[in-house]
């Protein structure tokens, strides 16, 4: 299992940090795990996951 970093999340999504952070408290995105005291990570798979079926919603409105 791959982690990522919020440097790597906002470079994969395209979102800021603030954003992220809304839609994972709306429920919206995956939650980030806790790492250490100041450090917090994202798992790859599920990021990806997310991003598909934001493709895949795309893909059935045309």
Known sequence: ???LSKR???ELVLYSPQHI???EAAGRFPLRVKL???RVG???DEIL???QQRINV???QH
Do not use: F, I
């Open 49 to 51: 996951d997310w991003l």
């Open 36 to 38: 250490g005291h100041n």
């Open 58 to 60: 795309r893909n059935q």
């Open 42 to 44: 994202w798992v790859e």
């Open 1 to 3: 299992m791959k982690m």
């Open 21 to 23: 952070a809304r839609l």
């Open 8 to 10: 790597q999340v906002t």
